[in-house]
């Protein structure tokens, strides 16, 4: 079991860039992909991003595609990150860090990531 810490969040204005981190404990990424999710009120858990597995590309969410970049500090494989760039208020959430494993890469429900984190609220003003 992984435990999962995020970073990051805040109170930003429309078109700001925000850098989320995901700190891992226990098992380290090495043998699972980190991915983020978030959940803005009233609405279910969403897919964001998840790291590549072997040669493959990140995944991303078509409406962050473009202006959101998933990296992995491979140097200890403990942290993920989360660069966030020209945010909109539509970006308003709570966002989770998990892990899926690595035979499961393509599939982003939220039922094949497990070990998640308590999130971190980024909220974008107009």
């Known amino acids: 079991q992984v435990h999962l810490v995020e970073s990051g969040g805040g109170f930003v204005q429309a078109g700001d860039s925000v850098r989320l981190s995901c700190v891992a404990s226990?098992?380290?990424?090495?043998?699972?992909?980190p991915g983020w999710f978030r959940q803005a009120p009233g609405k279910e858990r969403e897919f964001v991003a998840v790291?590549?597995?072997?040669?493959?590309?990140?995944?991303y969410a078509d409406s962050v595609k473009g202006r959101f970049t998933i990296s992995r500090d491979d140097a200890n494989n403990t942290v993920v990150y989360l660069q966030m760039n020209n945010l909109k208020p539509e970006d308003t959430a709570l966002y989770y860090c998990?892990?899926?494993?690595?035979?499961?890469?393509?599939?982003?429900?939220?039922?094949?990531?497990?070990?998640w984190g308590q999130g971190t609220q980024v909220t974008v003003s107009s």
């Open positions: 790291i590549g597995w072997r040669d493959a590309s990140p995944l």
């Open positions: 226990g098992r380290i990424f090495s043998d699972s992909l």
């Open positions: 998990s892990t899926t494993s690595c035979s499961r890469f393509g599939s982003t429900s939220s039922l094949d990531f497990g070990s």
